[in-house]
């Protein structure tokens, strides 16, 4: 069973909003989209980009660097130049805050 870790509390992710975080030295990105919180690798599968810094349009961020598109809530690549999924990790709203459990790498 996967081990739940504190990353943030509600607040600090508003509607639309998007976060990063660090969990045991790897970079997490968490995003709250369609009234959900979601929580995926920073990382762009096409070339390693960090996903936390592009630009979400409902549920999909967009990698700064090439404009590789995935949906957050599944981790799908919707656009070349990537083609492989991005790792999605469970997260859980509990009180306000909210917990991450990592998916196996």
């Known amino acids: ?16 909003g998007k976060l990063l975080t660090d969990i045991d030295g790897r970079p997490i990105a968490l995003f709250h989209c369609a009234g ?4 995926i690798d920073d990382v762009c599968t096409h070339d390693g980009g960090p996903l936390a810094d592009g630009e979400l349009i409902g549920c999909e961020i967009r990698c700064p660097r090439h404009g590789a598109r995935f949906d957050v809530r599944t981790g799908k690549a919707l656009s070349l130049p990537a083609f492989e999924p991005v790792t999605t990790h469970t997260v859980e709203l509990r009180g306000d805050d909210l917990w991450v459990a990592l998916a196996d790498s």
Request: without cysteine.
């Open 1 to 16: 069973m996967p081990e739940f870790v504190k990353v943030a509390s509600r607040s600090e992710l508003p509607p639309g």
């Open 36 to 39: 959900a919180f979601y929580a």
